[in-house]
Each structure stands twice: as C-alpha cells, then as structure tokens.
C-alpha cells in the first residue's frame, strides 16, 4: 500500500499521487482506465516518484534531511513567482508522479534504465551500400521522450528552470 506525501511531511512517504488520483488522472488525460494490476500500478508510481526526488528543486525539504521525499519545500515558488506554502504538496508534483507513472508502466525500466549500448550500431557498409540507421527505437534515446509532458510541469519548480532532455540527431 502506498504512503501519499499530503504536504505536511508524511514519514516514510513513498508516494505524491495516490492510486485512486492516478486512476482519475489516466480517465480525464486518455479517456480510458489505466491498465494493469493495483500491486504493478503502485509499484509504478514509487518509481515515478523516486525519479521525481531526483531533480533538484529549488528551497529545501521543509522537514530538513529527515523527510523522506522532496517535497514539501520551504522557499520555492512556482512559476509565476508566487511561494508555495511550506504545507503544500504542488499540483504538478502530483501530476507529473502520475505521468511518469503511466509511462513507467507501460514500459518497466523507463525511469532508471540500464544501458546497454553493445550490439548497437549507426552505419552499415556492405561493399558499395551503405546504410545509415537512426537508433533502436527500444532504446533508452528514444524512449525517454515519453517523459517530456512530465517535465515540462517540473520545470518551472527546479533549480536549473530552464533545463530540458536532450536528444542528439
């Protein structure tokens, strides 16, 4: 069972969406159910969130290095500039966890991959032919760009502000 972060620093969170709000998130964004199982989902969504605590928020843990999560935060501030109260856990945090989530569930290992680039290769050349190939479309590359919508809510509540994935060509 999760342990949602409700902004008041809840011990041992695991979580910043709950499997019912992710369940409603996936509805109003897809207009369909979520697939999967409850454990799978949930299991999904501590991996969202623990990707989310890997980007470096602007302020700090209001609980101090005790609190189990990122948020909440003292002296951050959205987008417009306004603060985010000390007991406030952001909607795009909430969204964003359940984003990653879907994603994170539809492919395990999207958030934290293991790279492996062996066996991979750019250019062919078979006598006078010679092939040039993008990637692999199972890569990691081109997988990532799933997490772009996620991002873009996080953003503006990072230190960097400005920093976006980067794909080379």
């Known amino acids: 069972m999760l342990i949602i972060e409700d902004g008041t620093g809840v ?3 695991d979580a910043y969406i709950s499997l019912a ?15 999967g199982t409850d454990p799978d989902k949930e299991a999904a969504i501590r991996r969202a969130t ?21 948020w ?14 000390l007991t406030e856990l952001p909607e795009e ?5 359940g984003i990653l989530a879907f994603a994170e569930l539809a492919s395990p290992g999207l958030l934290f991959p293991e790279v492996n680039r ?21 890569s990691v590359e081109f997988q990532r760009t799933v997490v772009t ?18 794909g080379r060509a």
């Open 11 to 13: 011990p041992d969170a």
């Open 21 to 35: 709000d992710a369940d409603a998130l996936h509805v109003s964004r897809d207009g369909a159910a979520w697939a």
């Open 50 to 70: 623990a990707f989310v605590d890997t980007l470096r928020f602007m302020g700090r843990p209001a609980g101090g290095r005790a609190q189990s999560l990122a």
């Open 72 to 85: 909440p935060r003292e002296n951050a501030f959205d987008a417009d500039g306004f603060e985010i109260s």
């Open 93 to 97: 945090i909430k969204t964003a966890a």
């Open 118 to 138: 062996a066996g991979l290769f750019k250019r062919q050349r078979v006598g006078p032919i010679e092939v040039e190939f993008a990637g692999n479309p199972a």
């Open 149 to 166: 919508a996620a991002m873009d809510l996080l953003t503006p509540l990072t230190i960097g502000r400005g920093v976006k994935f980067v």
